[in-house]
């Protein structure tokens, strides 16, 4: 991508959205703002796809507002150049080629055509641009799809599970492209069930639960408020060191799944351990501070009573 698209942003605004007999999306307000890769978070059924669905005027809200850039998708003159989404990478006639697919996205956005060669280059299809995408296996069709929401050039992109379907190559190759669009300032939304691409992704997350938000904040704040830090130390004398970690009013304990001469120290860092080890003339083998993961941290949120 080369251009430097007008930066903009997507805003829920005490969004709602009620079906006959369940409550989709319950008062979501919050801002994706750009220069940044969003990650949007939420247990099946959460209500992340309906909330997508609203920014881009597929689906009403029963209350409150989905804007892009301030105003709703259809108040904006061209849509295509402001936003591109992809919801699913299957929504493509199977019997037309990619360049033929991509040739009318990018005629009924009033695009030229030198695009549709452009996006196929960037997301690695040039190759097979006269296959029928019936013919293509699922990551080839998260490529054009993606192709697809860039054509317009757009300063917001939406991502619905980008990365269904991708080998590792390609989630790699993904992730660059989405924080290589966030670098040039552009707003990047994506939603992921691949909690370790996310964290490796995303550099603020958006988390909902049954239609509510849970977290609006960076990776590592998130990580941080909801996982706990410990430290990993190994002794070959592992019972002395317990005693005298315990004895120095410190919460030590055996790790059952941990090797036999490993303990596991809460609430404490490496080096009050290590200065408490040294003090009483323990060796030690490792000396390790442990952090939970984004899907310890996602999985304590939406369990949590509060998430209730």
């Known amino acids: 991508m080369h251009s430097s698209p007008s930066h903009g942003s997507l805003q829920a605004h005490s969004l709602v959205k009620r079906y006959r007999h369940a409550v989709a999306v319950d008062g979501l307000s919050f801002q994706v703002a750009p220069g940044m ?42 849509p295509m150049r402001v936003v591109g989404a992809m919801l699913d990478a299957r ?48 990551g080839m069709r998260q490529r ?40 040039e300032g552009r707003t990047v939304l994506f939603s992921s069930h691949l909690m370790s691409e996310m964290e490796l992704t995303a550099d603020h997350l958006i988390v909902i639960h049954r ?38 009013g410190m919460r030590a304990a055996v790790d059952e799944r941990a090797p036999a001469d490993a303990l596991t120290v809460s609430a404490a860092t490496p080096d009050e351990v290590g200065r408490v080890a040294a003090a009483h003339g323990f060796e030690l083998s490792e000396l390790t501070r442990v952090r939970d993961s984004l899907e310890d941290a996602f999985l304590a949120m939406t369990t949590d009573p509060k998430g209730a």
């Open 37 to 78: 890769v969003t990650g949007f978070l939420g247990p099946n059924g959460a209500g992340k796809s309906t909330t997508l669905r609203m920014f881009l005027g597929l689906d009403t809200p029963t209350s409150g507002a989905a804007t892009v850039d301030g105003r709703r998708l259809a108040e904006l003159r061209h």
């Open 91 to 138: 929504a493509v006639h199977p019997r037309r080629t990619a360049a033929d697919h991509l040739h009318a996205v990018a005629r009924a956005g009033g695009m030229p055509r030198r695009r549709v060669a452009e996006m196929l280059g960037l997301v690695g299809l040039d190759s097979v641009a006269d296959r029928a995408a019936g013919d293509f296996s699922l």
């Open 144 to 183: 054009l799809g993606m192709a697809t929401a860039l054509i317009g050039d757009p300063g917001i992109l939406i991502f619905d599970e980008p990365l269904n379907g991708l080998d590792p190559e390609g989630i790699r190759w993904a992730r660059s492209l989405m924080r290589g669009l966030a670098r």
């Open 211 to 248: 239609g509510r938000l849970l977290a609006d904040q960076s990776v590592a704040e998130l990580i941080a408020a909801e996982t706990s830090e410990r430290v990993h130390v190994r002794a070959p004398d592992r019972d002395g060191l317990l005693d005298v970690l315990v004895r120095a």
